[in-house]
């Protein structure tokens, strides 16, 4: 199915003890026009538009709303054009700012554990929809496995605002938007994002838990 063509935004980083990196974390979000159909105009974006988005996620990683664990470092942005096939047309802009870690050293969750956060266009059907895993916080956990009811918003407030800054990151055009990729119909639709959805149980993400090293232990059963 023919894609429109957008700018695809990897956040990256590791999880692990600070100087000892043991695994990795990432998330996108995409980044274009309003357009329905295989448009092959891709937003315009320049190195300053990597640095800006760094600036935004130590911000985030670093903030005190969001609790992030001591484990979670935060990397570096890749960004990507992407063509109407859905493949990248150009190796990525890197950016090259500092480092950054998250700064909570209790209640640290297990790696694979994250707080989702769905992304919400306008229209109908499954293509308005997108998600990011956030990564594991240092957040206290109600006996069920949910935040507490006061702890979700300031973590939604941090986010909504990370979300409005690389959105509008130097070197986009102000017609530039956060947008999901719908996957229905014939030619594939662009669509921005007008909404930020976010719970209060924490998830499991399966792609982190497989990456984590496992030690299986056998026992003989005697009877």
């Not at 199915?1 to 980083?13: I, K």
């Not at 992030?68 to 890749?78: A, L, M, N």
């Amino acid at each position: 199915m023919p894609t429109p063509g957008h700018v695809l935004a990897t956040f990256r980083g590791t999880l692990g003890p600070a100087g000892l990196p043991k695994e990795t974390w990432s998330f996108g979000l995409r980044f274009g026009d309003d357009v329905t159909g295989p448009s092959a105009t891709i937003p315009a974006f320049t190195q300053a538009t990597a640095e800006a988005m760094h600036t935004s996620a130590v911000t985030l990683i670093t903030s005190a709303q969001t609790k992030f664990s001591r484990d979670v470092e935060f990397t570096h942005v890749r960004l990507y054009p992407i063509g109407i096939d859905g493949h990248a047309l150009a190796p990525p802009l890197i950016s090259t700012g500092a480092v950054a870690r998250g700064a909570t050293t209790t209640n640290l969750w297990p790696w694979q554990c994250s707080i989702v956060a769905t992304l919400k266009a306008d229209g109908l059907g499954r293509g308005r929809f997108g998600r990011i895993y956030l990564p594991p916080m240092g957040q206290a956990l109600d006996v069920d496995g949910g935040l507490p009811s006061g702890a979700v918003l300031p973590i939604r407030q941090a986010t909504s605002s990370f979300l409005a800054e690389v959105a509008n990151a130097a070197g986009f055009a102000t017609t530039t938007h956060l947008v999901v990729i719908g996957t229905t119909g014939a030619a594939g639709t662009i669509r921005r994002v007008m909404n930020l959805r976010m719970g209060r149980v924490v998830d499991t993400q399966r792609r982190r838990r497989r990456s984590l090293d496992e030690l299986y232990i056998s026992a003989l059963i005697s009877e």
